[in-house]
């Protein structure tokens, strides 16, 4: 049963965040290992179980706390240049007023093959090929 506990321990250890990972990523894995079989031992089946909820609650209690701190970056980036903020905002604004699909792809379609008549389209002069056969 410890095996068991253990390998589900390292792969929620290895679910952390990245950030979370180059700080601590090694030393709870090393953490997990010294005390699964002393839990085990003291606690039995139970204790595991509670060893690997209580790791399986923290991964996203870390994945919410590192968007809290890249949101409040965010903000923060978007108070000090509050000019560049507010072209960004009107400008996506207008964008989804006037249609994104449409401005993507008009800009991403260099050879225009979006505007050009597909094969068997009634303004194609292939059309005509086409119905002969």
């Keep these: 049963m410890p095996t068991i506990a253990m390998r ?7 679910a952390f965040p990245h950030e979370f990972q180059i700080v601590y990523g090694t030393d709870v894995i090393q953490l997990g290992e010294d005390v699964v079989d002393d839990v085990y031992r003291q606690h039995g089946v139970f204790g595991l179980l509670r060893l690997i909820v209580d790791i399986a609650v923290r991964v996203p209690v870390e994945y919410l706390a ?30 989804r007023r006037h249609g994104h699909l449409g401005d993507s792809i008009l800009h991403n379609d260099p050879q225009g093959s979006s505007r ?11 059309s005509r090929f086409l119905s002969i056969f």
């Design 66 to 95: 590192e968007m809290r701190r890249d949101l409040a970056y965010a903000f923060r980036t978007l108070w000090k240049s509050r000019g560049f903020a507010a072209v960004g905002i009107i400008s996506l604004g207008l964008n």
């Design 116 to 126: 050009r008549s597909r094969p068997g389209s009634p303004g194609d002069d292939r």
């Design 8 to 14: 589900l321990y390292r792969r929620l250890a290895r």
